[in-house]
């Protein structure tokens, strides 16, 4: 992966080059970030165009208070959770969106269907609330440190610490009692 500080050099110098580099360096990250968040492809796909819009959009905006790669996990998390919202308000509760997101999950080829535990820690992590399942898939699957996920949330690293355990107990527990 090529250096940050050089995508941004890139970026000022010759926009549309520097955004072509962007994408080959974070697109393939982003957009698994994201589907594990929305579950569908198409959804995933809508959503990281958006992402990337913005990114392009405001790159010149962009501060250097945080990495580069924490501050497009920012964006992606703003319109996981702008889409998410959105289908709540589409649907009658919270509830309806998780079984819509479980029945999309078993529609996709997302899960390997022969491995009975992996589809139910995939739904078991579509149960979280919102905020635990963001936490644990940053950490778990993207491995970012706490103060990145921390810098992406705008929280205490001790809160996420907390988020993360809980997000880890519940999936537990769902495995095994379901």
């Known amino acids: 992966m090529i250096d940050e500080h050089k995508i941004r050099e890139i970026c000022s110098s010759d926009p549309e ?6 994408m080959e360096n974070f697109q393939e990250p ?3 970030y994201i589907r594990r968040m929305v579950v569908s492809h198409e959804d995933a796909e809508d959503i990281l165009q958006e992402v ?3 990114v392009f959009r405001h790159l010149d905006s962009f501060r250097n208070e945080s990495s580069l790669s924490t501050w497009i996990y920012r964006i992606a998390t703003n319109e996981c959770i702008r889409f998410l919202n959105t289908r709540r308000e589409e649907v009658v509760s919270a509830e309806e969106v998780q079984e819509d997101l479980i029945a999309k999950l078993k ?6 269907y022969e491995n009975e535990l992996a589809v139910r820690f995939q739904e078991a992590i579509l149960n979280l609330p919102e905020k635990q399942k963001i936490v644990f898939n940053l950490r778990y699957y993207d491995e970012l440190e706490y103060t990145e996920i921390a810098q992406i949330l705008d929280c205490t690293v001790e809160t ?5 355990h809980y997000a880890k107990e519940k999936i537990k527990e769902y495995i095994l009692n379901g």
């Open 52 to 54: 990337f819009i913005r």
């Open 107 to 112: 529609a996709s080829d997302y899960v390997d």
């Open 30 to 32: 982003i957009y698994y």
């Open 160 to 164: 996420l610490k907390v988020n993360y």
């Open 17 to 22: 080059k520097g955004f072509r580099i962007l």
